[in-house]
């Protein structure tokens, strides 16, 4: 038998090391899936959960007659006002503590209120529709 060349054990050395890390690398992750699943708790085959009978009939597809919206009571902050020509632009507000938001008009602002109008120096909002219930004003701006 002859003699094997350097390159050879060069080679057969760096496919024993490649193949004691895959074995390692193996191992490891055995064991990493025992010990995670030796941390999960059972849970029962059959856990029984309440289920809202209203979010099941509209999942379903069962509609009923919606009436309007009442105005949310939700804290509402008047920040800025960009009003342009006929009652275009849009009300800087700041909804439920919130950071500031831009809404144009028509946008929901909260459920069941809208930005229905912009002023100068203000801003009408109320359900969709419907006549505006709430009025927001900038403060008046301080006299030098």
């Known amino acids: 038998m002859a003699p094997s060349s350097p390159s050879t054990w060069w080679l057969r050395s760096s496919t024993l090391l ?3 890390l895959a074995g390692a690398s193996a191992v490891w992750w055995v064991l990493q899936l025992r010990t995670s699943t030796a941390q999960v708790p059972a849970v ?8 809202d009978p ?3 009939l509209t999942i379903l597809g069962a509609h009923e007659k919606a009436s309007p919206a009442a105005p949310a009571s939700v804290a509402i902050d008047l920040i800025g006002v960009v009003a342009g020509p006929a009652g275009k632009g849009y009300a800087l507000l700041s909804v439920a503590g919130a950071p500031a938001k831009a809404f144009a008009v028509g946008a929901t602002v909260a459920p069941g209120l809208v ?6 120096r203000g801003a ?3 359900p969709a529709g ?10 008046a701006l301080a006299k030098p």
């Open 44 to 51: 029962p085959p059959f856990a029984t959960a309440q289920a």
């Open 124 to 126: 009408a909002l109320g």
């Open 54 to 56: 209203a979010a099941l």
């Open 130 to 139: 419907d006549s505006a219930t709430l009025r927001l004003n900038l403060p």
């Open 18 to 20: 490649v193949a004691a």
């Open 115 to 120: 930005l229905q109008s912009l002023l100068p």
